[in-house]
Nanobody, 125 residues
Framework: QVQLVESGGGSVQAGGSLRLSCAAS????????MGWFRQAPGKEREGVAA????????YYATSVKGRFTISQDNAENTIYLQMNSLKPEDTGMYYC??????????????????WGQGTQVTVST
């Protein structure tokens, strides 16, 4: 079992920045795919960014490419999402996920076994 706790969300003006953190505990990851997802009201949960912690390979949704960066700490038990040039469309609940079960689309939410409680990001105009 893995426990994930997100932090760093908040309210920010358009164009601002936030840095989200996801701390893992329990049977924590070392070399695994981890992802950041978000969900806006009335929308399905969508993948934002994913990283393979063993190699540093990353994937980004086209909507955030060039603005968001996923990274990890040296101990490989925390991942981050640096969000710059935020837009109102980025508003939503952000979740981190661990435990990818299948290959293919690594930003499909159903493929991940473990989820954090989420942290709210609100971007105002």
């Amino acid at each position: 079992q893995v426990q994930l706790v997100e932090s760093g969300g908040g309210s920010v003006q358009a164009g601002g920045s936030l840095r989200l953190s996801c701390a893992a505990s329990g049977n924590t990851f070392s070399r695994t795919w981890m992802g950041w997802f978000r969900q806006a009201p009335g929308k399905e949960r969508e993948g934002v960014a994913a990283m393979y912690t063993g190699s540093g390979s990353t994937y980004y949704a086209t909507s955030v490419k060039g603005r968001f960066t996923i990274s990890q700490d040296n101990a490989e038990n925390t991942i981050y999402l640096q969000m710059n040039s935020l837009k109102p469309e980025d508003t939503g609940m952000y979740y981190c996920a661990d435990g990818l079960r299948t290959s293919g689309n690594i930003m499909a939410a159903w493929k991940y076994r473990y989820w954090g409680q989420g942290t709210q990001v609100t971007v105002s105009t």
